[in-house]
C-alpha cells in the first residue's frame, strides 16, 4: 500500500534553514504530482507547494513563495521541501501527499490529494 514517510523536522531559528523530506513506497512515484501542507495548531490544513512528476513545474503558496523550494528525486522516490528564512508563523506539522490521479497540471487543493503521510514538526524559533 501506499506510504509516505516525512523526516527532518525539528527546531529552527527564524532566518535559518530546514530540509524536510518525504520517502514514498506502495506506488510509482515517477507518474505522480506529489504536494506539501501544513497544519498549525487550531488552523485548518494548508497548501505549501507542490511539484509535477519531472520535477520541471512548481507551484507555492503565497505565503511561502522566496523562501521555500520542493524538489523531488524520482531515483530515491523522495520528495523534499527546502526552507529558507522560515519565521515564527511558519510553525507546523508537515505533511507530504499523493496526487490522488494522474493529471497534466499541478494540483493544489487538498482534495486533490489521495494519501498522506504521517507529518513531521517544524518550530521556528524567534
Known amino acids: 500500500q501506499v506510504q509516505l514517510v516525512e523526516s527532518g523536522g525539528g527546531l529552527v531559528q527564524a532566518g535559518g534553514s530546514l530540509n524536510v523530506s518525504c520517502a514514498a513506497s506502495?506506488?510509482?512515484?515517477?507518474?505522480?504530482?506529489m504536494g506539501w501542507f501544513r497544519q498549525a495548531p487550531g488552523k485548518e490544513r494548508e497548501f505549501v507547494a507542490a511539484?509535477?512528476?519531472?520535477?520541471?513545474?512548481?507551484y507555492y503558496s503565497d505565503s511561502v513563495k522566496g523562501r521555500f523550494t520542493i524538489s523531488r528525486d524520482n531515483a530515491k522516490n523522495t520528495v523534499y521541501l527546502q526552507m529558507n528564512s522560515p519565521k515564527s508563523e511558519d510553525t507546523a506539522v508537515y505533511y507530504c501527499?499523493?496526487?490522488?490521479?494522474?493529471?497534466?497540471?499541478?494540483?493544489?487543493?487538498?482534495?486533490?490529494?489521495?494519501?498522506w503521510g504521517q507529518g513531521t514538526q517544524v518550530t521556528v524559533s524567534s
Open positions: 501527499a499523493q496526487d490522488n490521479r494522474i493529471r497534466r497540471w499541478i494540483p493544489t487543493m487538498r482534495r486533490d490529494f489521495g494519501s
Open positions: 506502495g506506488f510509482t512515484f515517477s507518474i505522480y504530482a
Open positions: 511539484i509535477n512528476t519531472s520535477g520541471r513545474s512548481t
